[in-house]
């Protein structure tokens, strides 16, 4: 399963996410796991991708080769990057909505 933690400060802004493990391999296709994988890493890259290529905004990303992944704004999030960590979590919620446990779960913490 995929856990996704979703950072937000005491306004309720998002200032980061983290993503742990995989959905898993499908043996059936149909299974929907490796479709779940594809559409995270898809959201979530273009996301990283987006917000480097279109803002000024500061950010780390920790990447494991153990399925983890970690994006946290190091400075005030712009009108720009929160509109696209919107669409991260409109479109992970989307996934987890359709697909479910045991594919993907998503969290909400206050840091």
């Known amino acids: 399963m995929i856990s996704v933690t979703v950072f937000v400060d ?3 802004h998002y200032s980061g996410i983290q993503l742990l493990g995989h959905a898993g391999l499908a043996d059936n296709p149909q299974d929907g796991q490796d479709l779940v994988c594809a559409a995270v890493s898809a959201l979530t890259f ?3 991708n987006s917000v480097e290529q279109f803002t000024e905004d500061s950010f780390e990303v ?4 153990s399925g983890s992944l970690k994006i946290r704004f190091t400075s005030d999030i712009s009108s720009e990057s ?3 960590m919107n669409s991260l979590i409109f479109g992970l919620q989307d996934i987890e909505e359709e697909y479910g446990e045991p594919y993907i779960k998503i969290r909400f913490r206050e840091v």
């Open 10 to 12: 005491s306004e309720q």
């Open 46 to 48: 273009n996301m990283v």
């Open 62 to 65: 920790e990447e494991e080769e």
């Open 82 to 84: 929160q509109l696209l």
